[in-house]
């Protein structure tokens, strides 16, 4: 008997230890299913170290965390789950009890959401909270600051850094930052897109004491008819911009500093927006951006200047291509070859490779996740380029070739130069990169021969680009 009592009772001490290994391990709970029909029901019910798994479909509701630890994901992603808030005049998604960084909202479509008499955030409300947010779209919301997300603080003493990861904000709008805004908070953001937001005052982000580190995200076609289409820094914000894209943003320019504001940008590119300070970059009131390894180029009207400086502020511009010229160590001047149609790559022979600063490079990614430095150093701009080899350098001659009959090469010179490249591809291909070098050299002798001739068949500019690209081929195969 004592025997048994003994077994009996190691029983029951294994099975309360299996009960608080489970406990501590958590919780899953899904919605809907029965006593949770819905989000918030589920979030009541648990406690900090559970989950939240919320099956494909839309949910009329809007949720607050109540300052639990918990994991809120979807099992189909943003594509198939929606939290709309369409009707209940509030943020959808609500952190106001200190949550931190075990508080994750994960795989969500966050919609619907109106936060104009509630002040902040339509889509996402931070107040003094720091949870963390993956794959997330935050798209259709409204407030009066943070139309897709607000994060900030009242007390000085209280903090707000959320982590905001792979998400998308658009068609977001507000007052003050239609995609995002932050208040004296400094979230980290990355591998974000902000499109199609609008607000008077940062179209795609509005910073206000804040210093946000924002990282391989892009910021295109949103608007403020005010300050900073794509993002408006105001008092004291020093946000960390790096491998970005600005573009196509419209009414008032890429970026916008104000009121003491100095970010530090580097490797961003900043095209095709339009504004009336600047469609580049404005910096005013006591605001001195670093900016380093960008690209300012064809922004606003084929005249304007591409960074602009107001009341007593400066930008330090170093080893940026900066269109119409900016004074700095490394600054050029030069078309980039974008490859164009909205592409912000860059094309083979760009002098923004290898032409940028490497002692600055932190982010060891560009914007396309590639290694950062690939070449003889860093380039400008968001994108690194991809070496070229010696069959991608002479596929770009041909292109190149063929790009320019009619402009700055006669139909019959085309036919000379295609069938010269056309035999140093034969020659690669079949191993001969001597026969190669030799077609080059014949190459750039008949381009000196003509170009020396009277009735010119191609134009110096051209043939000068041809020679450079024969020579760098040649340098290529190691001649």
Request: hydrophobic share 35%.
């Given at each position: 008997?004592?025997?048994?009592?003994?077994?009996?009772?190691?029983?029951?001490?294994?099975?309360?230890?299996?009960?608080?290994?489970?406990?501590?391990?958590?919780?899953?709970?899904?919605?809907?299913?029965?006593?949770?029909?819905?989000?918030?029901?589920?979030?009541?019910?648990?406690?900090?170290?559970?989950?939240?798994?919320?099956?494909?479909?839309?949910?009329?509701e809007?949720?607050?965390?109540?300052?639990?630890?918990?994991?809120?994901?979807?099992?189909?992603?943003p594509?198939?789950?929606?939290?709309?808030?369409?009707?209940?005049?509030?943020?959808?998604?609500?952190?106001?009890?200190?949550?931190g960084a075990?508080t994750?909202?994960?795989?969500?479509?966050?919609?619907?959401?109106?936060?104009?008499?509630?002040?902040?955030?339509?889509?996402m409300?931070?107040?003094?909270?720091?949870?963390?947010?993956?794959?997330?779209?935050?798209?259709?919301?409204?407030?009066?600051v943070?139309?897709g997300?607000?994060?900030?603080?009242?007390?000085?003493?209280?903090?707000?850094?959320?982590?905001?990861?792979?998400?998308?904000?658009?068609?977001?709008?507000?007052?003050?930052?239609?995609g995002?805004?932050?208040?004296?908070?400094?979230?980290?953001?990355?591998?974000?897109?902000?499109?199609g937001n609008?607000?008077?005052?940062?179209?795609?982000m509005?910073?206000?004491?804040?210093?946000?580190?924002?990282?391989?995200?892009?910021?295109?076609?949103?608007?403020s008819?005010?300050r900073?289409?794509?993002?408006?820094?105001?008092?004291?914000?020093?946000?960390t911009?790096?491998?970005?894209?600005?573009?196509?943003?419209?009414?008032s320019?890429?970026?916008?500093?104000?009121d003491?504001?100095?970010?530090?940008?580097?490797?961003?590119?900043?095209?095709?927006?339009?504004?009336?300070?600047?469609?580049?970059?404005?910096?005013?009131?006591?605001s001195?951006?670093?900016?380093?390894?960008c690209?300012?180029?064809?922004?606003g009207?084929?005249?304007?200047?591409?960074?602009?400086?107001?009341?007593?502020?400066?930008?330090?511009?170093?080893y940026?291509?900066?269109?119409?010229?900016?004074?700095?160590?490394?600054?050029?001047?030069?078309?980039?070859?974008?490859?164009?149609?909205?592409?912000?790559?860059?094309?083979?022979g760009?002098?923004?490779?290898?032409?940028?600063?490497?002692?600055v490079?932190?982010?060891?990614?560009?914007?396309?996740?590639?290694?950062?430095?690939?070449g003889?150093?860093?380039?400008?701009?968001?994108?690194?380029?991809?070496?070229?080899?010696?069959?991608?350098?002479?596929?770009?001659?041909?292109?190149?070739?063929?790009?320019?009959?009619?402009?700055?090469?006669d139909?019959?010179?085309?036919?000379?130069?295609?069938?010269?490249?056309?035999?140093?591809?034969?020659?690669?291909n079949?191993?001969?990169?001597?026969?190669?070098?030799?077609?080059?050299?014949?190459?750039?002798?008949?381009?000196?021969?003509?170009?020396?001739?009277?009735?010119?068949?191609?134009?110096?500019?051209?043939?000068?680009?041809?020679?450079?690209?024969?020579?760098a081929?040649?340098?290529?195969?190691?001649?």
């Amino acid at each position: 008997m004592t025997g048994r009592r003994n077994l009996k009772m190691w029983l029951t001490i294994c099975s309360f230890l299996l009960a608080l290994v489970s406990t501590a391990a958590g919780t899953t709970l899904y919605v809907p299913s029965a006593p949770y029909p819905t989000i918030q029901a589920a979030i009541n019910a648990v406690v900090s170290g559970d989950q939240i798994e919320v099956a494909p479909g839309t949910y009329n509701e809007a949720i607050n965390f109540l300052g639990k630890g918990i994991r809120l994901y979807s099992s189909g992603g943003p594509a198939g789950t929606t939290i709309d808030a369409t009707g209940l005049n509030s943020s959808v998604v609500t952190c106001n009890s200190f949550e931190g960084a075990n508080t994750i909202l994960q795989g969500f479509t966050v919609t619907g959401g109106n936060a104009v008499e509630g002040y902040a955030g339509g889509g996402m409300s931070n107040e003094a909270s720091s949870p963390t947010v993956i794959n997330c779209t935050f798209s259709g919301n409204q407030a009066t600051v943070g139309g897709g997300m607000a994060n900030y603080i009242w007390e000085a003493t209280d903090s707000c850094n959320p982590t905001v990861t792979n998400c998308t904000f658009s068609g977001n709008t507000a007052v003050a930052g239609g995609g995002m805004c932050n208040i004296g908070s400094s979230p980290t953001v990355t591998n974000c897109t902000f499109s199609g937001n609008s607000a008077p005052y940062g179209g795609g982000m509005w910073n206000f004491d804040a210093s946000p580190t924002v990282t391989n995200c892009t910021f295109s076609s949103n608007t403020s008819d005010t300050r900073g289409s794509g993002m408006h820094n105001e008092y004291l914000s020093n946000p960390t911009v790096t491998n970005c894209t600005f573009t196509s943003n419209t009414g008032s320019g890429g970026m916008l500093n104000y009121d003491n504001s100095s970010p530090t940008v580097t490797n961003c590119t900043f095209s095709n927006n339009t504004g009336f300070y600047s469609s580049g970059m404005y910096n005013d009131y006591r605001s001195h951006p670093t900016v380093t390894n960008c690209i300012l180029w064809g922004n606003g009207s084929s005249s304007q200047v591409q960074i602009v400086n107001g009341f007593e502020s400066t930008a330090a511009v170093t080893y940026s291509d900066v269109q119409y010229a900016y004074a700095g160590t490394g600054n050029i001047d030069e078309d980039p070859l974008f490859v164009g149609g909205g592409d912000y790559r860059l094309q083979e022979g760009s002098p923004c490779i290898n032409a940028g600063d490497d002692s600055v490079v932190v982010v060891t990614t560009d914007l396309d996740g590639n290694p950062r430095i690939q070449g003889l150093c860093v380039d400008m701009g968001a994108f690194e380029a991809t070496p070229a080899t010696p069959e991608t350098m002479l596929a770009g001659l041909r292109a190149y070739i063929v790009e320019q009959v009619g402009l700055g090469i006669d139909a019959e010179m085309e036919v000379s130069l295609l069938a010269k490249v056309d035999a140093a591809i034969s020659a690669l291909n079949r191993g001969n990169t001597n026969d190669v070098k030799v077609v080059m050299n014949d190459l750039k002798a008949l381009v000196n021969q003509v170009e020396a001739q009277t009735d010119k068949k191609i134009m110096p500019d051209v043939a000068a680009k041809i020679i450079d690209r024969a020579n760098a081929i040649i340098t290529a195969l190691g001649g």
